[in-house]
Each structure stands twice: as C-alpha cells, then as structure tokens.
C-alpha cells in the first residue's frame, strides 16, 4: 500500500517553543489532513489542505499543500502544554475514493 | 458542534464470539468510515460506505467484517468470528462533500 513518512517520530520541547513536523510521499495526494490525537480519543480535524501550495492557518497552526503534492508541513507556533498528544498527517489519492491514507504520527510533548 | 458518537467505548469478548461496534455518524454526511489503530501504530483503513454500498476496503476487511446502515443514523461494523488480532481501537468517521472526516472517539475492542 502506499505509505506515508512523517518525521519526527517524536518531540520533546519546551513551553513557547515553536514546532515543525513533515509528512512525505513517492506518490501524489491530492489532499492532505492533518489531525491531532489524545490518549483514549478519536483521531481531531487539525487543518485540511486542497490544493498544491495552499498556506492555511488554523490559530497557532499553520500548514501547507506541498507544490510537488508529495509532501506537507504542519508548524505549532509557540507551543502550551495542551499541545501534548500525537499528531498524524493523512493524504487522499484521486483514485482512492475517500480512503484516507495515515502517517505514523509524531508524538510530542511539552516540557512547562 | 455535531459529532460522531461510538458505542460501546469499550467491548470485551471471547475469541470466536460475534462483536458489533455502533456507530451514529454526523446527520447530513454521506460518506461513512471504519479505521483501526493497533495499539502504538498508526490508524488503518478498513471500509468506505456510500449510498447503501461499501465502495472502498482495505485487505483487512476480509470475510469476517461486515458492515450495514440498519437506518436513517446508525452505522454499523460487525467481526463474525473475533480473533486476537482483531484487538484494537476502531473508529468510525463521516464525512460530507468536501472530503473532511470526522471521527468518533472509538470502541476498543478487546479479544480473549
């Protein structure tokens, strides 16, 4: 199946520290999701992207669509410990219905 | 804010018993979803529902899984005969047009 690399597996920062996190693909998607999870929950909608290089904010979260539709980016601008939890990239391909494909996720955790 | 509600959030049973995890997805979405996690990986796609039909599965949905829309709310996953390695959490997700989904909180499922 077709897989999808996020990177870091981890991260352990400090409160106020601003975070990056990719996820990248040999294959095309032609949208990218990115969610949050928390222990014991369902998978949360962070920010969804449609189109190669659109730039969307969602408060402190930005993310972008990468121009080669290969890969994406989510950055947490000056992160607080409610940012804790695991976050995963998801892509859809055109000939894949609506059958999302998942990153391994990156766990992050903030020190106070 | 409408979500997608699970039940039950936890579910015990023997190897070889029948399990059937409830879902009630997001009132006007037409697209409906199971996905697993396995505990410490990440989330799987099972199954796409759309218009009475499933229209996409995964190589894990095989003979013993089966889905239905009994009515107008309710969507349903059934494992026939319950293996160990059907333990996991499952998610049950909806979504509209525009390719969002939204997930439940899950039903972790626990195979003796």
């Known amino acids: 199946g077709q897989q999808l690399n996020q990177s870091p597996q981890s991260m352990f920062i400090q409160e106020g520290e601003d975070v990056s996190m990719n996820c990248t693909s040999s294959s095309i998607f032609n949208t990218w999701l990115w969610y949050k999870q928390d222990p014991g929950e369902g998978p949360v909608l962070l920010i969804a992207?449609?189109?190669?290089?659109e730039l969307t904010s969602n408060g402190r979260l930005t993310a972008q669509f990468g121009i080669t539709r290969k890969d994406s980016f989510l950055n947490i601008s000056a992160s607080i410990p409610s940012d804790v939890g695991i976050y995963f990239c998801a892509g859809l391909r055109d000939n894949a219905g609506n059958m999302l494909t998942f990153g391994g996720g990156t766990r992050l955790m903030v020190k106070p | 804010e409408p979500e997608v509600t699970q039940t039950p959030s936890h579910q015990v049973t023997q190897m070889g018993q029948e399990v059937i995890l409830r879902c009630v997805p997001i009132s006007n979405h037409l697209y409906f979803y199971w996905y697993r996690q396995i505990l410490g990986q990440k989330v799987e796609f099972l199954v796409s529902?759309?218009?009475?039909?499933?229209?996409?599965k995964s190589e894990i949905f095989d003979d013993q899984f089966s889905v239905e829309r009994p009515d107008g709310s309710n969507f349903t996953l059934k494992i026939r005969s319950t293996k160990l390695e059907d333990s996991a959490m499952y998610f049950c997700?909806?979504?509209?047009?525009?390719?969002?989904?939204?997930f439940g909180s899950g039903t972790q499922l626990s195979v003796l």
């Open positions: 997700a909806s979504s509209g047009i525009n390719e969002k989904l939204f």
């Open positions: 992207l449609y189109k190669a290089g």
């Open positions: 529902f759309y218009n009475n039909e499933i229209s996409e």
